[in-house]
C-alpha cells in the first residue's frame, strides 16, 4: 500500500523517504505525530497531504521495523 504513496529519490531530500508529490518526509510526518498532533492538524496545516498519505508513512515505517534485526554483541 504505502509503494503507491512513499517514493525514494535521490534528486528530493538526499533519497529520503517522501510523501510522492511533496517534499515532506516519512520522518517528518511520523515525527509530528510522535509530537501529538492529530491527523486533523497534519491535513490542516499541510493541505497537499491525504488521509492516505499519513497511513502510508506509518505503514512504512512499520515495515522497517519489522524488518529491522537486533543481535547482541558477544562477550
Not at 535521490?10 to 515525527?31: A, C, H, Q, Y
Not at 498519505?53 to 537486533?70: F, G, H, Q, T, V
Amino acid at each position: 500500500m504505502w509503494q503507491e504513496r512513499i517514493i525514494i529519490d535521490p534528486n528530493i531530500l538526499v533519497g529520503k523517504p517522501v510523501v510522492k508529490g511533496t517534499r515532506l518526509s516519512v520522518e517528518f510526518v511520523v515525527d509530528l505525530l510522535a509530537q501529538g498532533w492529530t491527523r486533523e492538524d497534519i491535513l490542516g496545516n499541510y493541505p497537499g497531504l491525504v488521509e492516505e498519505d499519513i497511513r502510508a508513512c506509518l505503514s512504512y515505517a512499520s515495515e522497517l521495523l519489522k524488518a529491522e534485526k537486533i543481535y547482541p554483541l558477544a562477550s
